[in-house]
């Protein structure tokens, strides 16, 4: 562990605060004054020996010698500046300065590597193991709702195992055995908006007014219809969050992801002193959304080791079993062999795991991909009419629909463009104390020497800037940028140095497990719910945005809209919904007939 919670300065909220909390009590006013002083004394002894120590190993490290941009802060480095990276094309400004592989400063002035260069980032992805995430983001996922013993924050021999047994739950023959559930949430969302339509079209708009659609959050929607998908084919588990705005553990999920947070130094500082995140302000929502998590989980657990109990001795055949998470999780939990083993609190880290993680990356995707459309209404009318051509009642839809040439592109594209996952961090941890990351291309370091290798040592961080990787003109051309879905017709030979698990882009992580493998294990899951849904939605609504509008992208673990006028609202996607073919006046910009239909936010409990 990074910072305060280190071999010499063993300060826990559970060891010495609570041994420390009690004796206090015990004692008499005048000598508790005297201890309290005591103890904070010992407490800023111990931050500052952590604190001295990472001061210490950042001295010393050879990333120091690499080029990069000036640190503005040696307190906050270039932390604030990285915080909008999303929205000033910061990564790729640094790059075409500095090169594919460059330091940032960070804390107290620390050298972290940056590499975008193609053969360093497969070497550092594919070598999961000796690259694992860093403590501080392992904890931070944990304390959203992940836990730390599931298969987003464990490392090593645990997530080896974890990944070997979950694997089957997203087979083909599993995916497909689900699919009937993607269609259906599809249809009820579509249904539901529809509706909205129709009662906003009822009501008589004022004069000013010009009918280009009912303004509708597809954010919200598209989460609580995500949720309700990875609930109930994953877990058995019914949300109805599409009709229910009361679901205890759909509002606790929201609660954690619904805030288009600001940067903060308190935040950054509580990353590495684990003591700290006490004075967080997410305590209290993340400690009800992992209780009611838990309650839920364990019910869940109970329900189907009793089934599943009975079904493994009364059938043979393994393929008689269920196929879905919770089936496979179960079996493991009553299976005799510790390699295919895990225990009751690996299953409810894993439960939290996929219901945050599989519903809020599917739902940030498809409402990027909407925005996409509306930008470009040309490329979603080609779109809607090849749609189209595939009719509703076809025998063979779903293979059809998941080798559909031109939604395929569009998917690719947009994916390409708007990651769900903006970047990702990593540690060096090689056993041997120090590595060298082999480059592409070479750089030049601070004293003019040419580099082949990048030198690391044990502890220090490394970012791949998923991102921009995947916008970057180095690789895609001038137009790298733009949306262009033909461009996967005939792509440019030069994607094919990305190390990409899924069409040469970096979305879903790479494709080259070497020594550990961190890739989205539901990666086919996702493009089948993102294929189903723009297929249902686009056949009978279209889509569009205010011109006036301002769409800003916010990383909050998963990179998701927010409006720039209407910061106080927080994460949001207002798109302007209207009836495929419906009439309309000739729009005058930022005009938009009054909405009547309740639309998600409105009341307070937007998820």
Not at 135 to 158: I, K, N, P
Not at 161 to 168: E, G, N, V
Not at 316 to 325: A, C, Q
Request: with cysteine.
């Amino acid at each position: 562990m990074l910072g305060v919670a280190h071999d010499t300065a063993a300060v826990s909220s559970n060891g010495f605060g609570n041994a420390l909390l009690l004796r206090l009590a015990s004692l008499a006013p005048s000598s508790m004054s005297t201890l309290l002083v005591a103890a904070s004394f010992c407490l800023f002894l111990c931050s500052a020996s952590g604190l001295l120590k990472i001061i210490f190993r950042q001295q010393i490290s050879p990333l120091r010698r690499l080029r990069g941009p000036p640190s503005p802060s040696f307190f906050m480095g270039n932390l604030a500046a990285m915080y909008d990276q999303e929205n000033n094309n910061l990564i790729a400004s640094w790059e075409e300065e500095h090169g594919s592989a460059f330091i940032y400063h960070g804390l107290f002035g620390g050298c972290r590597l940056m590499i975008t260069d193609p053969r360093a980032i497969a070497y550092v992805l594919g070598n999961a193991y000796d690259y694992p995430k860093p403590d501080f983001v392992r904890d931070s996922l944990a304390s959203m709702a992940a836990g730390h013993d599931g298969l987003l924050t464990s490392e090593g021999e645990q997530h080896k195992r974890q990944r070997k047994i979950i694997t089957p739950a997203f087979s083909v023959a599993s995916i497909k055995a689900v699919m009937p559930i993607f269609w259906e949430k599809a249809s009820e969302l579509r249904d539901i908006w529809l509706r909205i339509v129709d009662d906003n079209d009822a009501t008589p708009a004022p004069p000013q007014a010009c009918l280009i659609g009912t303004r509708i959050d597809a954010l919200a929607w598209l989460g609580r219809a995500t949720l309700d998908i990875i609930g109930l084919a994953g877990f058995g588990y019914a949300f109805n969050s599409l009709t229910d705005e009361s679901n205890e553990l759909a509002l606790a999920f929201a609660s954690v992801f619904s805030t288009a947070r600001k940067f903060r130094v308190m935040t950054v500082l509580q990353a590495w002193f684990p003591i700290l995140r006490s004075f967080r302000r997410e305590n209290k929502v993340e400690a009800h959304t992992r209780e009611t998590i838990r309650k839920i989980g364990l019910r869940l657990i109970t329900e189907r080791k009793t089934a599943e109990s009975g079904l493994t001795y009364a059938k043979t055949s393994l393929e008689e079993l269920g196929k879905d998470l919770l089936s496979v999780l179960i079996r493991s939990n009553l299976s005799t062999s510790p390699a295919q083993q895990m225990s009751t609190e690996e299953i409810l880290c894993q439960i939290s795991t996929f219901m945050a993680a599989g519903h809020e990356t599917t739902a940030s995707a498809l409402v990027w991909i909407l925005y996409a459309l509306t930008k470009h209404p040309d490329i979603q009318t080609r779109l809607r009419a090849s749609l189209l051509e595939l009719p509703p009642a076809f025998s063979r839809l779903d293979d059809d629909l998941l080798r559909h040439e031109y939604l395929d592109c569009v998917v690719r594209e947009a994916l390409r463009l708007y990651s769900p996952v903006s970047s990702t961090m990593r540690v060096c941890a090689a056993p041997r104390g120090w590595d060298e990351i082999p480059l592409a291309s070479s750089v030049t370091d601070r004293k003019g020497r040419v580099r082949e290798t990048i030198a690391v040592r044990r502890g220090d961080i490394v970012s791949v800037p998923i991102a921009a990787v995947n916008r970057s003109k180095e690789i895609w051309g001038e137009d790298a940028l733009e949306f262009k879905p033909e461009r996967w017709l005939n792509p440019p030979s030069s994607i094919n140095a990305i190390p990409g698990l899924w069409s040469n882009i970096l979305t879903f992580l790479n494709g080259n497990p070497v020594n550990g493998n961190r890739a989205c294990i539901g990666y086919k899951f996702a493009l089948a719910e993102i294929k189903v849904f723009l297929y249902v939605l686009l056949r009978d609504l279209e889509f569009a945005i205010d011109p006036e509008t301002v769409i800003e992208r916010k990383v909050n673990v998963v990179t998701r809209p927010s409006v720039k006028s209407e910061p106080e609202r927080g994460n949001q996607m207002p798109l302007l919904v209207r009836r495929v073919g419906a009439a309309s006046a000739a729009p005058a910009p930022g005009v938009v007939k009054p909405k009547v239909g309740k639309e998600a936010g409105d009341d307070g409990n937007e998820p």
